[in-house]
């Protein structure tokens, strides 16, 4: 199964010590969604703090609590810069890739690495409605009005790709083309409509998400984990884990085990 990890309390202790960030499985959701997540203040703290976003090919609903704002966005980078306010209250339903083209219609393009309006997409949700809750129940509210969007459809191969490519990353992107039994340019086009992501950039974020993974659950070394990913040597590994999470594996592991 495709769970990626999200860890900001471990990347920024500034953010630790400022917010509360949680995550819950959203079964009502069946294959479309991974887990409803919720940030809210730990001290009436009135300033801006860095949220670390790790790169994972999901489009998440985002709905800026206080902000009165919700859409839809994804990262198909690691964001290292991302600023939040630390008396926010934030939460969001991650979807998986995939999910939010099928549910849509819309190329993912439209949603990765921006924010897309939630009124744009879906003009029958009852914005002022939404918001005239309260924190807890606008998070039942939405997963009720998302339960109605699914009612009858289950994920296509695109939405539940990713748990195949978790499992078994391929080595190469020709690897990835020949599960598709599809050109370069085919695959292309395809990915791009339904992730925003080229193939490389995929199997980039699920090899990494998988070392995460390892890392954090199987207590893997890095060298075990290099090889069983088909890193070509393990500085390699290390220097596009960094490239990722801003540090190297052991010292994630040490902040994970602190």
Not at 238 to 243: A, E, H, L, P, V
Request: include cysteine; charged fraction near 25%; glycine fraction near 6%.
């Amino acid at each position: 199964m495709y769970v990626p990890v999200q860890v900001p309390f471990l990347l920024n202790p500034v953010f630790r010590e400022n917010l509360e960030y949680r995550e819950s499985s959203v079964l009502e959701l069946g294959g479309f969604g991974i887990c409803l997540w919720e940030m809210w203040p730990r001290h009436d703290v009135r300033s801006a703090v860095r949220n670390v976003i790790v790169a994972d090919g999901c489009i998440d609903i985002v709905a800026a609590f206080d902000e009165r704002q919700i859409g839809f966005s994804g990262m198909s980078r690691t964001e290292f810069e991302y600023e939040i306010e630390c008396s926010a209250r934030y939460f969001g339903v991650r979807l998986m890739p995939g999910a939010f083209h099928q549910l849509t219609g819309l190329p993912a393009l439209v949603a990765m690495d921006q924010f897309l309006l939630f009124k744009e997409v879906f003009m029958d949700f009852l914005e002022e409605e939404f918001f005239s809750l309260s924190f807890d129940e606008a998070k039942e509210y939405l997963k009720v009005y998302l339960v109605g969007k699914i009612k009858g459809q289950l994920p296509d191969e695109f939405t539940e790709l990713f748990h195949g490519l978790a499992e078994n990353p391929p080595a190469t992107t020709r690897e990835l083309y020949g599960r598709f039994h599809v050109s370069p340019r085919q695959c292309q086009r395809l990915f791009l409509r339904y992730y925003g992501l080229s193939p490389k950039m995929v199997l980039s974020i699920v090899r990494f998400q998988r070392c995460l993974q390892l890392l954090t659950v199987s207590k893997g070394s890095s060298a075990e984990i290099a090889n069983l990913l088909g890193y070509y040597d393990q500085p390699h590994f290390i220097r596009d884990f960094k490239r990722n999470m801003g540090m190297t594996p052991r010292e994630l592991v040490r902040l994970y085990e602190g």
